[in-house]
């Protein structure tokens, strides 16, 4: 089994198997850790009433645990609610201890009992056992944490390396403001898959891919284009790929309308969008989304773009974000000092803010 993939994918076959490697070594450990303290009898005698101890509270782990790595730590911790999330760990602590020390007076003693042991009680301190309790299960949760904040850690920084990478791969295109319409491939892969499952759809796509195909061809060498040509061309482009009935992504789309006058330089939405295809096409997620939200205001044309992605997983796969340094070199050479782009990676999307003042283009 590749290590890589069982540490990180979020395929449902490793992420089980990763998650029960956890917690059988988890109570393979407290179990040992419980033996050894029956010093009175022997290993063998005390291991299995002891494993049943620990595999009948597992639950009460599980749910503190999880608790914390998947609803904490996303929801407060990665939004810098501190102490919001210092808070909730407390009153999460403390209902733990609350149901174990229920479940180790009423189900513990019928335990041990049926393999002939003596049900040790708790300690005459209620404060003693208080704290012992604490420490125990925010170990067993801070260890919890500690493996998903690790993973988050190693991921960006792998990212960081990949962006560095694909940045000094693509400056030789971009230094001649060169970029790739490989969404036209893919979009002729896709219509090979699709002359076989769906013809009835065919002659609608063969139309959106002559025109995408003649505008990479003849208008990707103007100057300008009318910004209206290219959210025409943009539509067509999300219907090609709304069309692959094997993606379920949800498309939002606000775009301006009177444009008609205004030109922009050909290729610089376009690409921008398909990159966000691209990357959800590579993301393992039972619900996708893209949102496009685009303005024009005093020869200004700003666009929001943005997508889903899971939370513990890096949102630049394979170099597929090398588009994103190409197109900020092109914005370089055709708006220089009249574009604004910015990048943002949040815990459960990725986003994109571009801005043009479509006036100040190098002609």
Same mark, same amino acid.
């Given at each position: 089994?590749?290590?890589?993939?069982?540490?990180?994918?979020?395929?449902?076959?490793?992420?089980?198997?990763?998650?029960?490697?956890?917690?059988?070594?988890?109570?393979?450990?407290?179990?040992?850790?419980?033996?050894?303290?029956?010093?009175?009898?022997?290993?063998?005698?005390?291991?299995?009433?002891?494993?049943?101890?620990?595999?009948?509270?597992?639950?009460?782990?599980?749910?503190?645990?999880?608790?914390?790595?998947?609803?904490?730590?996303?929801?407060?911790?990665?939004?810098?609610?501190?102490?919001?999330?210092?808070?909730?760990?407390?009153?999460?602590?403390?209902?733990?201890?609350?149901?174990?020390?229920?479940?180790?007076?009423?189900?513990?003693?019928?335990?041990?009992?049926?393999?002939?042991?003596?049900?040790?009680?708790?300690?005459?301190?209620?404060?003693?056992?208080?704290?012992?309790?604490?420490?125990?299960?925010?170990?067993?949760?801070?260890?919890?944490?500690?493996?998903?904040?690790?993973?988050?850690?190693?991921?960006?920084?792998?990212?960081?390396?990949?962006?560095?990478?694909?940045?000094?791969?693509?400056?030789?295109?971009?230094?001649?403001?060169?970029?790739?319409?490989?969404?036209?491939?893919?979009?002729?892969?896709?219509?090979?898959?699709?002359?076989?499952?769906?013809?009835?759809?065919?002659?609608?796509?063969?139309?959106?891919?002559?025109?995408?195909?003649?505008?990479?061809?003849?208008?990707?060498?103007?100057?300008?284009?009318?910004?209206?040509?290219?959210?025409?061309?943009?539509?067509?482009?999300?219907?090609?790929?709304?069309?692959?009935?094997? /993606?379920? @992504? &949800?498309?939002?789309? #606000? *775009?301006?309308?009177?444009?008609?006058?205004?030109? $922009? +330089?050909?290729?610089?939405?376009?690409?921008?969008?398909?990159?966000?295809?691209?990357?959800?096409?590579?993301?393992?997620?039972?619900? /996708?989304? @893209? &949102?496009?939200?685009? #303005? *024009?205001?005093?020869?200004?044309?700003?666009?929001? $773009? +943005?997508?889903?992605?899971?939370?513990?997983?890096?949102?630049?796969?394979?170099?597929?974000?090398?588009?994103?340094?190409?197109?900020? /070199?092109?914005? &370089?050479?055709?708006?220089?000092?009249?574009?604004?782009?910015?990048?943002?990676?949040?815990?459960?999307?990725?986003?994109?803010?571009?801005?043009?003042?479509?006036?100040?283009?190098?002609?």
């Amino acid at each position: 089994m590749n290590i890589s993939a069982l540490v990180f994918s979020n395929n449902p076959r490793f992420r089980i198997t990763r998650h029960l490697l956890f917690w059988s070594s988890w109570i393979l450990y407290d179990t040992i850790f419980v033996t050894i303290s029956w010093s009175k009898y022997s290993f063998a005698k005390a291991f299995i009433p002891s494993l049943f101890v620990e595999i009948f509270s597992f639950p009460l782990d599980i749910i503190f645990c999880y608790t914390i790595i998947y609803f904490l730590i996303p929801r407060f911790l990665y939004k810098g609610r501190y102490i919001n999330m210092i808070l909730l760990w407390l009153l999460l602590s403390f209902c733990y201890i609350i149901c174990f020390r229920l479940y180790t007076t009423h189900i513990n003693p019928l335990i041990y009992s049926a393999y002939g042991m003596p049900f040790r009680m708790h300690s005459a301190s209620f404060i003693w056992d208080f704290f012992d309790l604490f420490s125990q299960i925010n170990m067993e949760g801070a260890l919890a944490a500690s493996i998903k904040l690790g993973k988050m850690w190693y991921i960006k920084h792998q990212e960081l390396d990949l962006m560095k990478k694909e940045k000094l791969k693509s400056e030789s295109d971009a230094e001649d403001g060169k970029i790739q319409p490989v969404f036209l491939v893919s979009a002729l892969d896709r219509f090979e898959i699709l002359a076989n499952n769906r013809p009835d759809i065919i002659p609608g796509m063969i139309r959106k891919i002559k025109n995408l195909m003649m505008y990479a061809i003849y208008d990707y060498n103007q100057p300008k284009v009318t910004l209206q040509r290219e959210i025409e061309l943009l539509k067509e482009y999300i219907e090609l790929e709304k069309a692959d009935s094997g /993606k379920c @992504i &949800n498309v939002s789309m #606000k *775009l301006p309308e009177n444009i008609s006058t205004e030109q $922009i +330089s050909p290729f610089i939405i376009l690409p921008l969008v398909e990159n966000s295809f691209r990357q959800l096409a590579l993301i393992d997620m039972p619900e /996708k989304y @893209i &949102n496009l939200d685009s #303005k *024009l205001y005093a020869g200004n044309f700003a666009m929001t $773009i +943005s997508w889903s992605k899971p939370v513990d997983t890096s949102t630049l796969y394979n170099g597929s974000n090398s588009s994103l340094h190409t197109i900020s /070199k092109r914005l &370089n050479l055709l708006y220089p000092q009249s574009h604004k782009i910015k990048i943002v990676i949040k815990p459960e999307e990725f986003v994109i803010h571009l801005k043009i003042d479509l006036d100040k283009a190098v002609n």
